[in-house]
């Protein structure tokens, strides 16, 4: 009885405690302003299919000049359970829409919400829908 009581005491102070130790890890709104969205209309040029999360390289041309966007999103195993694969981030190297909340630091970095494809289909990250 007493090895129960510890273990219903010790699920419960993890349960209590992992979501705000997760959210301090993580912390996206430290990192990403989430009062902003950016759309960048360009190629996935390359997806890095690695953790802790997946990482986007927007190629965009904005008033003649080349811009590079890295762009972070969810890890690995909630696209799969998405059914979000590498080859269907990379889409077939035609324009994609890519919308993002924008580093506090740097404006070519930012945290995917959605891409919206020429083939008409879409992708939304975090219940992102617009």
Known sequence: ???AFVAAIAILTAGLLGPSAATAHHG???LYDDSKRVTV???IEDVAWI???IYLKVVSVENGQQKIYRVESVPIAFARRAGITKAKLLGDGRPAQVT???SR???LLG???AIKYADGRNISFSGFNE
């Open 1 to 3: 009885m007493k090895q």
């Open 28 to 30: 996206l709104v430290k």
């Open 41 to 43: 209309n360009g190629v």
């Open 51 to 53: 953790n802790p999360h």
């Open 100 to 102: 993002f909340m924008p």
């Open 105 to 107: 630091t740097d404006p």
């Open 111 to 113: 945290w995917s919400m």
